[in-house]
């Protein structure tokens, strides 16, 4: 999933959009159909943005509800800077897998 920021160049805003995007376009519910709860899941993100260094991966972790959350980001998304390159429009990705560990 995507997440924009269209004025500001924020990484990290761009990023939380698309965790946002992501998980407002699953369901997560499959936890309590195998015997665990919402914050037993296992949660890795991945975050594709331009400039992954500039992305506070703490503030993604904290936008996410439940589970143990690991967030990785790497080279990826858009963005488009106007003509003196002091704003622009920015595109992140997300990739989230969502496990739980049955011990095995």
Known sequence: ???S???G???TLAAKRAVF???HHSSLGFARLVGATADE??????IGAPRPEKV???EVVDALPHGRVHV???????????EDGSDGTLIANAIITVSVDDGK
Do not use: F, K
């Open 1 to 3: 999933m995507s997440g």
């Open 21 to 23: 995007d992501a998980i």
């Open 5 to 7: 920021e269209v004025h």
């Open 9 to 11: 160049l924020d990484y």
């Open 56 to 58: 506070q991966v703490d």
């Open 41 to 46: 899941m296992i949660v890795n993100v991945t």
């Open 72 to 82: 990785q980001v790497v080279v990826g998304g858009l963005e488009l800077l106007n």
